[in-house]
């Protein structure tokens, strides 16, 4: 649940790309801690805001009191620590409070790791998303624009918001004009495979397009797995009201499904269970 935490070394200093989910802050503090060996880490930089990727930061402004660098566009929502934006209790996420000392904008660049970087505009899966790309290395830190088999839920679309599938086509095609043997993505192992990779997204964004549906019923999936790795496990019996506790699952099952509670829930444990995401064991829901 966790997004990738990508670590540049610059010989006598380090900079982070992503600090993960905040129920892993621990276990990113103790991975740092050993992969640094004693060097400092002075800038922790986010590709966007969501609490998969942000979340860690600021335990890691405690521990480091490194210089945190946000999207531009992010700034307003996290400044005013604005619930509502960052999508937190909306989708039963949560991430603790930190301050930003500078914000990057597209055509920004960077020196990490005896490189430079180009911050590149990123909308569709958040609006405001940056990626972060070295022509010298020709290497892709593409957050969640693209992972090797799709990319990041398109929430604008999902939240009734036109411009989303638009703003991922255009995000696709500018990847699509990049010299690229490496992308970092912001969830799964590294990798080469552009082209394939980029004719995947095309297709499922081809697929959206033609019925939104698709859409809604992939995030509704996503979303409950992703609760479900956050607790563990869930009671059978309680998960009518946790959908009905968070306002994503009747948004969108109002916008697109149109199904009962009792169906939406049906729904979502049949798929799930034979995706192999999920088991029911003696009454509870586990991630599987």
Known sequence: ??????????GDACALIDSGYHAHANQTLLLLQHVLDGKPLVRLINTHCHSDHMGGNAALQRAYGCRISIPVGEAPAIAAWD?????????????ERFSYDDTLSAGDRLQLGGLEWEALAAPGHDMHALMFYSGAARILISGDALWENGFGLIFSELFGHAGGFAATRATLAAISRLQIDTVIPGHGAPFGSVGRSLATAFQRLDAYERDPVKLAR??????????????????????????ATRPIYGDINRRFLHLSEAELGEYLLRDLARAGALKLEDGWLLAA
Do not use: C, E, W
């Open 1 to 10: 649940m966790s997004s990738n935490n990508i670590l540049i070394d610059d």
């Open 218 to 243: 992939h995030a509704l999936k996503v979303m409950l797995s992703f609760s479900l790795m956050i607790q563990g496990r869930m009671a059978l019996a309680g998960l009518p009201q946790f959908l």
């Open 83 to 95: 619930d509502a934006t960052l999508m937190l209790s909306y989708t039963g996420q949560s991430a």
